[in-house]
T-cell receptor, first 110, second 116 residues
Framework: RKEVEQDPGPFNVPEGATVAFNCTYS??????FFWYRQDCRKEPKLLMS?????NEDGRFTAQLNRASQYISLLIRDSKLSDSATYLC???????????WGLGTSLAVNP | GAVVSQHPSWVICKSGTSVKIECRSL??????MFWYRQFPKQSLMLMAT?????????EQGVEKDKFLINHASLTLSTLTVTSAHPEDSSFYIC????????????FGPGTRLTVL
């Protein structure tokens, strides 16, 4: 089992749609979680950290369920510029090493 | 703030040559730097973690004699791919984190290496 698993994707959605990405992690010692976006041939950029209480940043909402070891990202009112690969990331317990999911590709169509 | 640069952004070299990639934190002191490699349609794979002034910690399966990492200052780390071969062609990305900043890593723009 991969340490961080994501929806296989790709997701093709029309502008304005709401899309949800799911992710599970296997290391129960993981304490920090993130969503990154990566555009083609570019470095990953931090989208948001994920907290137990859930957090929202504009059109983006992230949720964490520690009991199920499950993380989600919801994008509302999707824009063309949201097209990218979304990477779910968990830290490896008590060190700074990050474990990366394979990513889910999103294409927002006009 | 928290800008990380990488140089070069791309490089093409002949098989057997060595290539050095620089990673710099421009506006903060990076106590820890990470080197990743990403092959097409795959996720980032951590190669090694380096702390300033000490030897890098390499991930399993990464040859430390082939991928030489130096972290001589709080703002600069280098990765040297020695005797590069076509299978080393990849996207190499560094990231840096500051003391007391927990898990936050700031990424450089990456270096695309093509070995002919």
């Amino acid at each position: 089992r991969k340490e961080v698993e994501q929806d296989p994707g790709p997701f093709n959605v029309p502008e304005g749609a709401t899309v949800a990405f799911n992710c599970t992690y296997s290391n129960s010692a993981s304490q920090s979680f993130f969503w990154y976006r990566q555009d083609c041939r570019k470095e990953p950029k931090l989208l948001m950290s994920v907290y137990s209480s859930g957090n929202e940043d504009g059109r983006f909402t992230a949720q964490l369920n520690r009991a199920s070891q499950y993380i989600s990202l919801l994008i509302r009112d999707s824009k063309l510029s949201d097209s990218a690969t979304y990477l779910c990331v968990a830290n490896a317990g008590n060190n700074r090493k990050l474990i990366w999911g394979l990513g889910t590709s999103l294409a927002v169509n006009p | 703030g928290a800008v990380v640069s990488q140089h070069p952004s791309w490089v093409i070299c002949k098989s057997g040559t060595s290539v050095k990639i620089e990673c710099r934190s421009l506006d903060f002191q990076a106590t820890t730097m990470f080197w990743y490699r990403q092959f097409p349609k795959q996720s980032l794979m951590l190669m090694a973690t380096s702390n300033e002034g000490s030897k890098a910690t390499y991930e399993q399966g990464v040859e430390k004699d082939k991928f030489l990492i130096n972290h001589a200052s709080l703002t600069l780390s280098t990765l040297t791919v020695t005797s590069a071969h076509p299978e080393d062609s990849s996207f190499y990305i560094c990231s840096a984190s500051a003391a007391g900043a927990a898990d936050t890593q700031y990424f450089g723009p990456g270096t695309r290496l093509t070995v002919l």
